[in-house]
């Protein structure tokens, strides 16, 4: 019997089972069922305290178990510990799950209405996942700003360092974002990108993921939360207007990226201050502060590098564009001078500029 492809279908063919294109098909259902396992396993008293690894937040140090009531209503605080890595494999099934699902449902739905190109279109599914993801992100974290008070006094963000617990919210968003980057490993492979455009990918996850798991064991988290929540401000609104880029084919919008260009220097700048202030002047009992600083301030030189790059790689495009508009706006006039000069001329004159036909000989 035939099985029919689920969420995360590219084709309506039917493969033999367990091929790469049938696992590419239905990679959604698959992880589905995997992750079920887990949540089935909760329900059953005798595989509940094995699945509560992978569902459940632990290292609590309130001094209660998280997967019980608090008699006294005091708020569950956590540290980092070698359990949240079951917990971010579980995370990083609902990741790829959830990739599929908007892809599926949302984004696909849009871009066949839009009839983009194969480079626009490929722009417009990066851009779309990630806009959501980073959207998602910068709500989160700034709420978790605003519950934990980092606004009104700054100082919070390196007192009494290392003992820096995190609230439920605080440790589930770093979980979901070591899962994310984990995640998009091997979306690589089940959204069949090619290998010329895997290499930029790769170092995006991996970096990424090393910068969120270096700060959230190192007890950086606080000060960790504060950075990514300026950074996603900046790739939100930066993708946005690479969406704006995609819709916009006569180019009425182009003038307003300088908005997304002034909102990346600001957040470099506010990054590195934040950082110079936290690791250097006020966490100076960790060994690991300078390090911090030292791979904060690489990063951001490789982001501003980068964005140095695409901003002279868009003026020489923009450049070549002008010279072809102007090349064939030349070459239009020509044309019509050209037909006006002949048909000013008297037929007679008409005709011999004509080639006299050439008759073929036997």
């Known amino acids: 019997m035939a099985i029919k492809p689920g969420l995360g279908r590219k084709s309506s063919k039917n493969p033999p089972i367990l091929s790469h294109e049938f696992v590419i098909q239905n990679h959604a259902d698959i992880v589905s069922c ?74 696909d739905k849009i871009s066949k209405r839009l009839h983009l190109s194969k480079f626009k279109l490929s722009r417009f599914n990066d851009s779309s996942q990630l806009i959501f993801f980073y959207a998602m992100s910068f709500l989160w974290g700034a709420d978790v700003i605003l519950r934990e008070g980092y606004i009104g006094k700054a100082a919070l963000l390196w007192e009494n360092y290392p003992e820096h617990p995190m609230i439920f919210l605080h440790k589930l968003f770093f979980i979901i974002q070591l899962a994310y980057y984990l995640h998009m490993l091997p979306e690589l492979y ?53 969406l704006i880029e995609i819709f916009d084919r006569d180019d009425k919008y182009v003038n307003l990226n300088i908005i997304s260009r002034i909102v990346f220097v600001f957040t470099r700048f506010a990054t590195m201050v934040l950082s110079v202030l936290t690791f250097y002047y006020k966490i100076e009992n960790s060994p690991f502060s300078l390090v911090a600083l030292f791979a904060i301030f690489a990063l951001q030189g490789y982001l501003v590098f980068q964005f140095i790059n695409d901003v002279l790689k868009a003026k020489r495009a ?43 000989v036997k």
């Open 190 to 242: 089940f959204q069949k990108v090619k290998k010329e455009d895997q290499q930029p990918k790769i170092i995006q996850s991996i970096v990424s993921f090393s910068f969120v798991a270096l700060a959230y064991y190192l007890n950086f988290h606080r000060v960790g939360l504060v950075l990514l929540t300026l950074h996603y401000l900046s790739e939100v609104i930066s993708h946005v207007f690479v």
């Open 318 to 360: 923009s450049l070549v564009e002008q010279n072809v508009a102007k090349k064939k706006v030349v070459k239009t006039e020509k044309s019509k001078k050209e037909r006006k000069r002949e048909s000013d001329l008297p037929e007679a004159d008409q005709d011999t500029g004509r080639k006299p036909e050439t008759k073929k």
């Open 34 to 107: 995997v992750a079920m396992i887990f949540v089935i396993g909760l329900m059953l008293q005798a595989t509940s305290s094995i699945a509560s690894v992978f569902v459940a937040l632990h290292h609590s140090i309130t001094g209660a178990d998280p997967t019980h009531e608090n008699p006294r209503g005091i708020p569950y605080t956590y540290e980092s510990g070698w359990r949240d890595w079951c917990a971010v494999f579980f995370y990083t099934l609902i990741c790829i799950i959830m990739h599929a699902v908007l892809q599926e449902y949302v984004i």
